[in-house]
């Protein structure tokens, strides 16, 4: 482990120019962050550690912008601005690794309790891989000319942190960027490949929660009520068809009901159900036209079982949805070539787009756009990976709470990508 360590620490230090004091211990740092994992919004000790380690540096800080976040600036003459950002927070879930650094951290959630908490999406590598990434560059500051703008966003798991940073004024306040890029680890590639997917990669995020109304009664007696019970799986049913019969085939699209309560017992007829829904997309077309399907559908149900206006289920989006992430083709075509140069070209895949979300994406909807691109940083272990297909064994996803990246090599990839990268895109 030392060596490897060693190897690490003087890959990223390279030869000279760095100050002893600048040193920063990378697998120490993530170990840290991966132990004292923090909730969405509550990022406080996470955010105040790199906003020293970025001081210590010598880049211009900015704490508390948005929340916990810090914006970080390294003027290095005249040229482009390019925006590297990572995310901060950890999930309310108890970590099951075995690893010797596992969380056993608790923190109290929004609604009081206290929750286990842990890095299960891989941010302490993103915060990790972006130190490492500063310090690659400044290192070789002499390569490059222009400004770098370091963004460490807080609470991307609850989506508030990309808006937070936006409306506090990201954009306006600092050097507005030329290019925004960011990693995020990838649960089934293992560490020392990265991955790109030009276009939309990740899916538009809405809640939704639907109340059904009826009239309750005994439930020897349904002639005398209107039965929500029967009605939520009615709709249920119906909206089985927005995706396989009203959205074009080749859309993507997901609606996925995954709460339903209703009712106290056995011979009561509840006189509502409660549904909570999560619906993906890409486009703003179809996320309008499912959203207006759902409505379309649930007013008909109500309809057709003879209830009146007053009693037409009630909808709610939550209006602050995870936009849809859309990777500037031409850019990711740029990173993907310096991509090749950095790892080989046997290293850098081409993925398809997933329907999971990132709040990163908004950072590319600000007018005037700014071409922004997300990339899949590698993280499973190489022995594990070949070992699941072999075996053909799932891997833990990214939210799982056995969900374990190999620091080392992916930490090492991300740095030695995107270093070179963001100084190929500030040399051309
Ligand atoms: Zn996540
Ligand atoms: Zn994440």
Same mark, same amino acid.
């Given at each position: 482990?030392?060596?490897?360590?060693?190897i690490?620490?003087?890959f990223?230090?390279?030869?000279?120019?760095?100050?002893?004091?600048?040193?920063?211990?990378?697998?120490? /740092?993530?170990?840290?962050?991966?132990?004292?994992?923090e909730?969405?919004?509550?990022?406080?000790?996470?955010?105040?550690?790199?906003?020293?380690?970025?001081?210590?540096? +010598? /880049?211009?800080?900015?704490?508390?912008?948005?929340?916990?976040?810090?914006?970080?600036?390294?003027?290095?003459?005249?040229?482009?601005?390019?925006?590297?950002?990572?995310?901060?927070?950890?999930?309310?879930?108890?970590?099951?690794t075995?690893?010797?650094?596992?969380?056993?951290? !608790?923190s109290?959630?929004?609604?009081?309790?206290?929750v286990?908490?842990?890095?299960?999406? %891989?941010?302490?590598?993103?915060?990790?891989?972006?130190?490492?990434?500063?310090?690659?560059?400044?290192? !070789?500051?002499?390569?490059?000319? %222009?400004?770098?703008?370091?963004?460490?966003?807080?609470a991307?798991e609850?989506? %508030? +942190?990309?808006?937070?940073?936006?409306?506090?004024?990201?954009f306006? !306040?600092?050097?507005r960027p030329?290019?925004?890029?960011?990693?995020?680890?990838?649960?089934?590639?293992?560490?020392?490949?990265? +991955?790109?997917?030009?276009?939309?990669?990740?899916?538009?995020?809405?809640?939704?929660?639907?109340?059904?109304? %009826?009239v309750?009664?005994?439930?020897?007696?349904?002639?005398?009520?209107k039965?929500?019970?029967?009605?939520?799986?009615q709709?249920?049913?119906?909206?089985?068809?927005?995706?396989?019969r *009203?959205?074009?085939?080749?859309?993507?699209?997901?609606?996925?009901?995954?709460?339903?309560?209703?009712?106290?017992?056995?011979?009561?007829i509840?006189?509502?159900?409660?549904?909570?829904?999560?619906?993906?997309?890409?486009?703003?077309?179809?996320?309008?036209?499912?959203?207006?399907t759902?409505?379309r559908?649930?007013?008909?149900?109500a309809?057709?079982?003879?209830?009146?206006k *007053?009693?037409?289920?009630?909808i709610?989006?939550?209006?602050?949805?995870?936009?849809?992430?859309?990777?500037?083709?031409?850019l990711t075509? !740029?990173v993907?070539?310096?991509?090749?140069?950095?790892?080989?070209?046997?290293?850098?895949?081409?993925?398809?787009?997933?329907?999971?979300?990132?709040?990163? +994406?908004?950072?590319?909807?600000?007018?005037?756009?700014?071409?922004?691109?997300?990339?899949?940083?590698?993280?499973?272990?190489?022995?594990?990976?070949?070992?699941?297909?072999?075996e053909n064994?799932?891997?833990?996803?990214?939210?799982?709470?056995?969900?374990?990246?190999?620091?080392?090599?992916?930490?090492?990839?991300?740095?030695?990508?995107?270093?070179?990268?963001?100084?190929?895109?500030y040399?051309?």
């Amino acid at each position: 482990m030392k060596i490897i360590l060693s190897i690490l620490f003087i890959f990223i230090v390279s030869t000279s120019s760095l100050q002893a004091d600048n040193k920063v211990d990378l697998i120490n /740092l993530y170990k840290e962050l991966h132990a004292n994992p923090e909730l969405s919004f509550k990022e406080e000790k996470t955010s105040n550690k790199l906003a020293n380690i970025l001081m210590s540096l +010598g /880049l211009e800080v900015t704490e508390n912008f948005g929340g916990y976040g810090v914006v970080a600036l390294f003027r290095n003459g005249e040229g482009k601005t390019i925006m590297l950002r990572a995310d901060m927070d950890g999930l309310p879930v108890e970590e099951l690794t075995g690893a010797p650094y596992a969380s056993r951290t !608790k923190s109290v959630n929004q609604v009081g309790d206290e929750v286990f908490t842990m890095h299960a999406c %891989g941010h302490d590598i993103h915060m990790t891989s972006l130190i490492g990434t500063v310090i690659n560059l400044l290192e !070789k500051k002499d390569k490059w000319q %222009g400004t770098l703008l370091i963004n460490l966003q807080p609470a991307e798991e609850v989506s %508030g +942190g990309a808006r937070n940073m936006i409306k506090e004024g990201i954009f306006e !306040k600092f050097p507005r960027p030329d290019f925004n890029l960011a990693f995020h680890v990838s649960a089934n590639l293992p560490a020392g490949k990265v +991955g790109f997917v030009p276009g939309w990669a990740m899916a538009n995020v809405d809640s939704m929660d639907i109340t059904i109304k %009826g009239v309750g009664g005994h439930g020897a007696y349904p002639h005398t009520t209107k039965d929500p019970i029967v009605m939520a799986s009615q709709l249920i049913n119906n909206l089985q068809t927005i995706v396989s019969r *009203e959205i074009a085939p080749i859309e993507a699209a997901v609606v996925t009901v995954g709460s339903i309560h209703g009712g106290t017992k056995h011979n009561v007829i509840p006189s509502e159900v409660r549904l909570q829904l999560t619906l993906r997309s890409y486009t703003d077309e179809v996320r309008n036209q499912t959203i207006s399907t759902i409505r379309r559908m649930a007013r008909g149900l109500a309809e057709a079982n003879g209830l009146s206006k *007053e009693s037409y289920p009630e909808i709610t989006l939550k209006d602050e949805y995870t936009p849809a992430l859309f990777n500037n083709p031409e850019l990711t075509e !740029k990173v993907r070539t310096s991509f090749e140069t950095a790892l080989g070209k046997e290293n850098v895949l081409k993925l398809s787009p997933v329907m999971g979300g990132e709040d990163f +994406g908004m950072y590319g909807r600000v007018e005037p756009i700014i071409p922004t691109a997300l990339f899949w940083l590698g993280a499973v272990n190489k022995k594990v990976y070949d070992t699941s297909l072999r075996e053909n064994i799932g891997l833990p996803s990214l939210h799982s709470a056995y969900f374990l990246p190999d620091p080392e090599p992916t930490i090492s990839t991300g740095v030695k990508a995107m270093s070179t990268a963001i100084i190929d895109l500030y040399q051309n």
